[in-house]
């Protein structure tokens, strides 16, 4: 398909959406943990949030800012391209959450455009829970230059590929999962729902919610390399390069990158047999 030009609007970066507030429950912890098979107690019973749960209170603010930016006639070639958390502490029930977003800058590229978008999500006095960098790709679509910044990269080192990981983990996506994953997280698409909307669309059937592959990604991380300890938790990023289906087995594989100043990286990816559906995984673990 050939790329159509279209001008994004430079005005739009760097403005601030409005707060949207959220308050954090017990319940609404335990069900995004079970929405996405999540196996670790705390998080079932509620007691602290699984790491991809905080998109959960920054939902509706993070996408506002693109409209700020790019025409609406073309967000039907928008998809999630890449997300990076950046974790100050964990979040837990009885927190009141305060979350704003900016669009702070967008770039052309071979296959598309990005628009990178900061969300910072806070506690009502003002203290920063968590910081996280969305990536939105319109596919086909060419604006031509770079203006503004992008996310900070987290790119995979193909040479950690040509050892064995150092460790695993393995996720199955159930044939319900996305009608569990919507309302648990409050994102009510209906590619994730309805097989005529993905079908119409071009795709075979509903798909899997990106960030629902994440947090199984992120439980699979917690549990291998970090004793299944969300607060030891600094990063957490990935690139969504695959759709991912119902019914569909994951490998999460991951490998040791690094240690500094008391943290240790680790770069991973998620497969669906030779197919990988996150690319460019990262995660900063206190030691």
């Avoid at 967000?75 to 305060?98: A, M, N, S």
């Avoid at 052309?108 to 506690?123: A, F, M, P, Q, Y």
């Amino acid at each position: 398909m050939a790329s159509t030009t279209v001008e994004f609007d430079e005005s739009g970066l760097g403005t601030w959406s409005d707060d949207e507030t959220f308050e954090v429950t017990r319940e609404r912890i335990a069900e995004y943990a079970a929405a996405t098979n999540d196996p670790i107690p705390a998080h079932l019973k509620g007691d602290v949030a699984p790491p991809v749960f905080a998109i959960v209170p920054v939902f509706e603010a993070m996408m506002m800012p693109v409209i700020d930016v790019a025409p609406m006639n073309i967000f039907g070639r928008v998809v999630h391209g890449e997300q990076d958390f950046h974790f100050h502490r964990p979040i837990r029930p009885g927190d009141k959450l305060v979350s704003r977003a900016k669009a702070i800058g967008f770039e052309g590229k071979d296959n598309g455009s990005t628009i990178t978008i900061l969300i910072e999500c806070r506690s009502e006095d003002g203290e920063l829970v968590n910081e996280q960098y969305m990536t939105a790709f319109f596919r086909n679509i060419d604006v031509g230059r770079q203006v503004g910044d992008a996310a900070p990269a987290h790119r995979f080192d193909p040479a950690l590929a040509e050892q064995p990981p150092l460790a695993s983990a393995t996720a199955h996506v159930d044939a319900d999962q996305t009608y569990r994953y919507s309302p648990a997280s409050g994102d009510p698409v209906p590619l994730h729902l309805d097989e005529q909307v993905a079908k119409d669309a071009g795709l075979p059937g509903i798909i899997a919610h990106g960030l629902c592959t994440m947090a199984m990604s992120s439980w699979g991380v917690l549990n291998e390399v970090a004793g299944s300890d969300v607060a030891r938790l600094r990063r957490f990023s990935v690139r969504f390069s695959k759709m991912v289906f119902p019914n569909d087995d994951l490998t999460t594989q991951i490998w040791r990158a690094g240690s500094a100043n008391g943290v240790t990286t680790y770069a991973f990816r998620t497969v669906r047999g030779d197919d990988t559906v996150l690319s460019d995984g990262l995660a900063e673990i206190a030691d």
